[in-house]
């Protein structure tokens, strides 16, 4: 049974921030996926994530912040980089990696010397955070390796009977996880591609900025379970495929028997009694926002294969393509690599 309630905003925030600091779980939406949050200072607390989601310890989580905070009690330096980059996109979809202060448990950060920081734009986020006063440890609200949840309806089906309570904020703005920025190192990399792009960082740096976890001069690289392939996937096995073999590969996997769910980015092309089409919309921000509502629906349908035609290569379409990229490699399997 599910004992969580789905919470109406205004009146719940307090409740929220009082389960907080007794050492509960809440689920509370931000403007990039919703998160399964504790109190970050308490490792107790933070454990119940950890539980609740089925992820492994070593896999670091996210510190949430309001947009007052004093990063010097969170990170034990914070270089020119990360203060530019911290005034130009928080509040919003931008999570920092910086040298953490020792007070932070280490169960947080999975015993690293690095911890993530985000300030989310989300009203109620901010509410909450406000009424906290304090970090709050978030992972997305999913079970581990699974599409992370962009409505609170999502976190109800699968975390409801382990949280004690989901804010709802409705759908979120954004839909994919937040951009992040290792600004811990020599120089800045992006370790996750999401809304806050290669180049909006470069505007505001004025110097290129790497991608991926780093080059052989570097430490060995922190671990980003986001990173892993196989991170993202529905149940059901999902191909990627291009738009120019899109109908010979519909049509073949037809004649093979099987029934199909298709993410196509125009109208529907084939019509066959096999295949239910959802038309995605045409820009990256339109895609990205209901990029998870329809994976989760497609995996609903008891298909054999859910097809995603590929949206073109480009770094608007970067954070996008990794998400897919990921879905289409973990499919069918729900062990983690
Ligand atoms: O948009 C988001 O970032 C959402 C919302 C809830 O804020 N959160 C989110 O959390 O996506 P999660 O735990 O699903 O993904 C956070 C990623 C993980 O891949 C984790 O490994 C990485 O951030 N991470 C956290 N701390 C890190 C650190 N110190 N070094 C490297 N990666 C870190
Ligand atoms: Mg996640």
């Known amino acids: 049974m599910n004992r969580a309630m789905i919470s109406e905003p205004s009146s719940q925030i307090q409740r929220?921030?009082?389960?907080?600091?007794a050492g509960e779980v809440v689920a509370f939406p931000t403007e990039t996926v919703y998160g399964?949050?504790?109190?970050?200072?308490n490792p107790a607390a933070v454990a119940k994530v950890f539980a609740a989601k089925g992820r492994p310890a070593d896999h670091p989580l996210i510190v949430h912040l309001p947009l007052n905070a004093d990063l010097?009690?969170?990170?034990?330096?914070?270089?020119?980089?990360?203060?530019?980059?911290?005034?130009a996109f928080w509040p919003g979809p931008l999570t920092l990696i910086l040298a953490r202060q020792k007070r932070i448990p280490d169960i947080v950060t999975?015993?690293?010397?690095?911890?993530?920081?985000?300030?989310?734009?989300?009203p109620l986020a901010r509410q909450l955070l406000a009424a906290f006063a304090g970090g709050i440890a978030a992972p997305s609200a999913n079970r581990f390796g699974r599409i992370s949840p962009t409505t609170a309806e999502?976190?109800?089906?699968e975390l409801g009977d382990r949280v004690a309570l989901i804010l709802d904020g409705g759908p979120c703005a954004v839909g994919?996880?937040?951009t992040i920025v290792d600004v811990s190192r020599r120089s800045p990399r992006i370790l996750r591609p999401g809304a806050v792009t290669a180049r909006d960082i470069e505007d505001v740096l004025g110097v290129p900025i790497g991608q991926g976890p780093g080059g052989a001069?570097?430490?060995?690289?922190?671990?980003?379970?986001?990173?892993?392939?196989?991170?993202?996937?529905?149940?059901?096995?999902?191909?990627?495929?291009?738009?120019?073999?899109?109908?010979?590969?519909?049509?073949?996997?037809?004649?093979?028997?099987?029934?199909?769910?298709?993410?196509?980015?125009?109208?529907?092309?084939?019509?066959?009694?096999?295949?239910?089409?959802?038309?995605?919309?045409?820009?990256?921000?339109?895609?990205?926002?209901?990029?998870?509502?329809?994976?989760?629906?497609?995996?609903?349908?008891?298909v054999d294969l859910i097809v995603v035609e590929a949206p073109p290569e480009e770094l608007a379409w970067l954070a996008v393509c990794d998400r897919l990229a990921r879905a289409a490699s973990g499919s069918g399997s729900d062990e983690e690599p």
């Open 72 to 87: 010097a009690m969170w990170a034990r330096e914070v270089p020119p980089v990360a203060e530019k980059l911290a005034l």
């Open 16 to 21: 929220a921030a009082a389960l907080l600091r």
């Open 110 to 122: 999975g015993g690293q010397d690095t911890v993530g920081l985000r300030v989310p734009d989300h």
């Open 154 to 157: 999502h976190v109800r089906q």
């Open 217 to 302: 001069d570097e430490e060995e690289a922190p671990r980003v379970s986001g990173s892993l392939p196989g991170h993202y996937a529905p149940h059901t096995p999902l191909a990627l495929i291009g738009r120019s073999r899109l109908p010979e590969e519909l049509h073949a996997r037809v004649a093979q028997g099987l029934k199909l769910a298709v993410l196509g980015r125009e109208a529907q092309r084939i019509v066959d009694g096999r295949i239910y089409w959802q038309r995605a919309l045409t820009d990256p921000a339109g895609y990205a926002h209901d990029l998870y509502a329809h994976l989760r629906a497609m995996d609903a349908l008891g």
């Open 36 to 41: 399964l949050g504790a109190d970050a200072l």
């Open 176 to 178: 994919i996880e937040s």
